[in-house]
């Protein structure tokens, strides 16, 4: 008999579920548990049931609508890099040149 191999041709692709992509799926979780427990929060508070519902599918329309929008604007790894970028300094000052002269010292120690 012959052995049968099956090939997983979506191993190294990056998870996606209805259009949303990797990480952004877990940001849906937790918003989602977020909503969850923002309704029970409002109904314990004697909140009528028709405004909680309001709100709640409110909010849960335009958050799903945003991380959707955010994971077709940067795909799986774009957020991280643009919240990356925006730490990134726009330049770098130096006043004093003894930075570099023990730098220098130090090289030249080493060999």
Partial sequence: MATVY????GVGRSLEFKGVKAQYISY???GLVALLLLFAILYM???K???CLTIILALGVA???TIQHLSRTYGPHGLQKKIASCKLPNAIRCTSRTIFISLQDKSHAQK
Avoid at 6 to 9: H, L, S, V
């Fill in 45 to 47: 508070c004697k909140v």
């Fill in 28 to 30: 849906l979780a937790v």
């Fill in 63 to 65: 958050f799903v609508v």
């Fill in 49 to 51: 049931l028709y405004y």
């Fill in 6 to 9: 099956e090939i997983n041709k």
